[in-house]
């Protein structure tokens, strides 16, 4: 069974610090990767993608994958409270559906 | 673009009744997806659509469980009869393809009382 693991949390981090979120998956076969973020109440919102090994830049957000070590990871520079949410992890490929993780509840503290 | 709308946004309803949740995806958007969400379970996949086809409905819990996509636009998921534990929000999705990206709507909270 395809699973996606991630440390339910809270992670609490002061404004202003690196949010380090990690997630690991079982399946080899899986290519894709995303992040969402999701508020309290809201739906899930894609903020990440990456394919690739390595790492992948967007703003504030970092993304980096590791496929030998089946290992995903978001890393959130300068975090502020307007970031306390809870990320999900998810991985597919072309042959399957996503596999999404529980989520990490982030805490941005003032 | 509108996104993915859903409706109703809030359903409270009484066990035994029938209940119908609506969906329409991005235009252009072949992939369609039905999943609840709770805090003990996280995102559950119910049914899979690509091209208006079922896929893969290995998701949903029993038979009460039912969904359509009559054409590319509109998806409904229906529960006859409701059960209290059917109580969740429940999300439709839809992308490009099934390992991509997937954009969700604002989810329905259901209530069976």
């Known amino acids: 069974q395809k699973e996606v693991e991630q440390n339910s949390g809270p992670l609490s981090v002061p404004e202003g610090a690196i949010a380090s979120l990690n997630c690991t998956y079982s399946?080899?076969?899986?290519?894709?990767f995303f992040w969402y973020r999701q508020y309290s109440g809201k739906s899930p919102e894609l903020i990440m993608s990456i394919y690739s090994n390595g790492d992948k830049e967007d703003g504030r957000f970092t993304a980096q994958l590791n496929k030998a070590s089946q290992y995903v990871s978001l890393l959130i520079r300068d975090s502020q409270p307007s970031d306390s949410a809870t990320y999900l992890c998810a991985g597919g490929s072309g042959y399957s559906t996503l596999t999404f993780g529980k989520g990490t509840m982030l805490l941005v503290s003032p | 673009d509108a996104g993915v709308i859903q409706s109703p946004r809030h359903e409270v309803t009484e066990m035994g009744q029938e209940v119908t949740l609506r969906c329409k995806p991005i235009?252009?958007?072949?992939?369609l997806f039905w999943y609840r969400q709770t805090m003990m379970r996280g995102l559950e996949l119910l049914i899979y659509f690509n091209n208006n086809v079922p896929i893969d409905d290995s998701g949903m819990p029993e038979d009460r469980f039912s969904a359509k996509m009559p054409n590319a636009s509109f998806s409904t998921l229906k529960i006859q009869p409701s059960e209290p534990r059917d109580s969740a929000v429940y999300f439709c999705?839809?992308?490009?393809?099934?390992?991509?990206?997937?954009?969700f709507g604002s989810g329905t909270r259901l209530t069976v009382v």
């Open positions: 235009s252009g958007h072949n992939s």
């Open positions: 999705a839809s992308s490009f393809n099934r390992g991509g990206g997937y954009t």
């Open positions: 399946d080899r076969g899986s290519q894709s």
